[in-house]
């Protein structure tokens, strides 16, 4: 399957990507950190077209024929979910992204839950970001004034002009060869990797829980407040702080990101992070 992965990678690197990062299976979370370029759906093609209309029309005719009827055969409700995949995928439009971005913007090359390639494209670094041509302008040192032109092109625009798509796996570039799998001839015992697995699980489902009800999460930080204040076995622990941070499941099952509860909470936060982009 690596083998499969490696080719995949190899095709996307075409488009121009500044790098790519392979993986059997990408942790829930994956794209912390990182900012998602928006793209335009591709035009359909004329046989595309004629494709998608060919199906309606039958999906139509079928609705027609059988409404009003309590049962439906098999055959025809199993027709008309083969229709609808269909449809859908060819309603499924790949984006087409701004040039630029991609040249600064990776993918991630993986297997989907049920085992298939699958590709997620336009994510850029924090470092990759192009740098505020104001700020170059507006440099009082005379070397820096003296290479703006030089400077908007090799930072603001470096990952357009870079040579060669960087292919990773686990964060390191890889040669011509993906490493194989793994096999020391020992597992970890099963217990302990189930217990860390569901713990995982676990605390998603308490994360979507609370974020669903705020009275519980209020009655929680006041807990932790009252705790941290009155606590006499530490001196550590204040009423006057407060902090946020995204705690990271190093273990987890490969189903953890796709599970309905990781979807309630990308959902969640998906608002949040589209006016945090504007700003």
């Known amino acids: 399957m690596t083998e499969k992965l490696k080719a995949e990678a190899e095709t996307v690197a075409a488009e121009g990507w500044k790098w790519i990062e392979v993986a059997l299976d990408l942790p829930y979370g994956?794209?912390?950190?990182?900012?998602?370029?928006?793209?335009?759906?591709?035009?359909?093609?004329?046989?595309?077209?004629?494709?998608?209309?060919?199906?309606?029309?039958?999906?139509?005719?079928?609705?027609?024929?059988?409404?009003?009827?309590?049962?439906?055969?098999?055959?025809?409700?199993?027709?008309?979910?083969?229709?609808?995949?269909?449809?859908?995928?060819?309603?499924?439009?790949?984006?087409?992204?701004?040039?630029?971005?991609?040249?600064?913007?990776?993918?991630?090359?993986?297997?989907?839950?049920?085992?298939?390639?699958?590709?997620?494209?336009?994510?850029?670094?924090?470092?990759?970001?192009?740098?505020?041509?104001?700020?170059?302008?507006?440099a009082t040192d005379p070397a820096e004034a003296g290479q703006g032109d030089d400077r908007d092109?090799?930072?603001?625009?470096?990952?357009?002009?870079?040579?060669?798509?960087?292919?990773?796996?686990?964060?390191?570039?890889?040669?011509?060869?993906?490493?194989?799998?793994?096999?020391d001839g020992g597992l970890k015992p099963l217990p302990e990797r189930l217990v860390m697995e569901l713990t995982a699980h676990r605390t998603l489902a308490l994360r979507e829980a609370i974020g669903r009800s705020p009275d519980v999460a209020l009655i929680l930080l006041l807990l932790k407040l009252v705790t941290d204040t009155f606590r006499t076995s530490s001196a550590s622990g204040s009423c006057l702080e407060a902090s946020v941070r995204h705690v990271y499941m190093p273990a987890q099952a490969s189903d953890l990101k796709d599970s309905v509860v990781a979807k309630l909470v990308d959902e969640r936060h998906a608002p949040e992070r589209s006016r945090g982009a504007r700003r």
């Open 153 to 183: 092109l090799t930072d603001g625009h470096a990952s357009a002009a870079h040579v060669g798509t960087i292919i990773m796996s686990g964060g390191q570039p890889i040669g011509a060869d993906l490493p194989e799998d793994e096999d």
């Open 30 to 138: 994956y794209s912390q950190g990182l900012r998602s370029l928006s793209g335009d759906p591709a035009p359909m093609t004329d046989d595309e077209g004629a494709a998608h209309a060919k199906l309606l029309a039958e999906y139509r005719a079928l609705e027609e024929e059988y409404a009003g009827q309590d049962d439906i055969p098999e055959e025809i409700d199993a027709r008309l979910g083969v229709l609808e995949t269909e449809m859908e995928k060819i309603e499924t439009r790949p984006l087409i992204f701004d040039p630029l971005e991609i040249g600064r913007a990776g993918a991630f090359v993986t297997l989907d839950r049920y085992g298939a390639l699958a590709v997620y494209r336009g994510y850029v670094r924090p470092e990759d970001e192009p740098v505020d041509e104001t700020a170059v302008q507006d």
